[in-house]
């Protein structure tokens, strides 16, 4: 793991969650950094999404902290506009910033008042602990229901010199990202500007956060943030800017499949690749149909090979095909030919089906050319149990 240079992180409990685990975390660059963002489609949207969407206008991309906390999603509350903006001029006036220069991030329960104080009091502190070696401890801070804390990591050789890319994100559950999901911010000591980050964070995000589901539910507080401070000294040729947004893909579809092997409850990591489509949009909806649809995480959850709801889930989709010409596949065993059965040992199967990773093909013949990967995991009694409480 070698991580992007010219970064300092922190971490520590503010006293925002009920337990005493490490709630607020500081992301700096030493240099003023390129930046790009993309947030919740949600109509409902958190005080620091909205800031954040201001404050990248406002710098024109340019960005030198970020501060996250966990444990409060500062979302439908009376102060929370006021909370964000004052906790990003603090950060600000502490490390002789610009304020539209910080950016802010929550995650946690909605409608619950922020204590701006807590925050207040722990920056300082905050600010003394930024170290460059503290990565692992903010990937830690900014879990909610999350078992483990998700990083990636890569480089990419070019011409001038190798790029390190390093991503973190968190997020278990209300997981249907239309832009981004939960809490991610990517970095990389590569330059460059943010006109190039825009596009290229736009089209990554396409193929990793845009092809994951647990539950079908878009959060409010959804925030993804691709940020460049170019203190590797190398730029990218514009030849070679297709291998570094293949090195930010390769990060970010890593952290996008532990999103949903980490899904709440879940005990199976599930692999929709759909083939065939009219087109990738359309292969997408299919996908992400099958993905959403709680009668196939469940009987993926039983190891219960139940083709026809795979089946009735895409004709759910909005997508025209003709089902006579679908075949499907799971764990590589055909069990659905034309869109009629087609004979397999159930036990066998079945055996298969208990494996902690599932995979789903669903074919369309034909000419079509479209096609989509999503990810997604099963439902079990766990999820339940953790939504039955979360606010409790």
Known sequence: ??????????????????????????????????????????????????LCRRHL????????????????????????????????????????????QVLAASTGVIGVELDFGLIERALPQLVAGLAENRFSYVARAI???????????????????????????????????????????????????????RPILKRTIERSYNRISVDGDTSTNDTMILVANGCSGVRPDPKELAAFENGV??????????????????????????????????????????????????????????????????????????PAKVDVRMQSVLVCRGGLAAPFSEDELKKKLDLPECTIEFQIRGKGKGQARFWTCDFTEGYIRINASYRT
Request: aromatic residues 4%.
């Open 249 to 322: 893909a390769e990060v970010m579809e890593a952290l996008a499949r532990m999103i949903a092997r980490d899904g709440e409850g879940a005990k199976k990591l599930v692999t929709i690749e759909v083939t065939g489509a009219s087109n990738s949009d359309a292969a997408a909806a299919i996908a992400r149909a099958i993905a959403n649809s709680p009668l196939v995480k469940t009987a993926v959850a039983g190891s219960d090979p139940n083709w026809g709801r795979i089946l009735s889930a895409a004709g759910n989709a909005g997508v025209t095909f003709d």
């Open 1 to 50: 793991m070698n991580l992007p240079l010219g970064y300092r992180y922190s971490a520590m409990y503010a006293g925002i969650r009920a337990q005493p685990r490490d709630d607020l975390a500081l992301i700096v660059s030493g240099v003023p950094a390129a930046a790009a963002g993309v947030f919740t489609e949600n109509r409902v949207q958190a005080a620091p999404v909205k």
């Open 57 to 100: 206008r406002a710098s024109r991309g340019t960005v030198g902290a970020i501060l996250v906390n966990a444990g409060n999603a500062n979302c439908a509350t009376r102060t929370g506009d006021r909370v964000a903006l004052a906790s990003c001029r603090e950060i600000a006036k502490r490390l002789k910033l610009p304020p539209a």
């Open 143 to 197: 879990m909610t229901t999350d078992l483990v804390p998700k990083e990636a990591f890569a480089e990419v050789k070019l011409r001038r010199g190798v790029v390190r890319i390093a991503g973190m994100t968190k997020g278990s559950g209300m997981i249907q990202p239309r832009m981004a999901t939960t809490l991610g911010f990517v970095l990389t000591d590569a330059h460059v500007p943010a006109a190039k980050l």
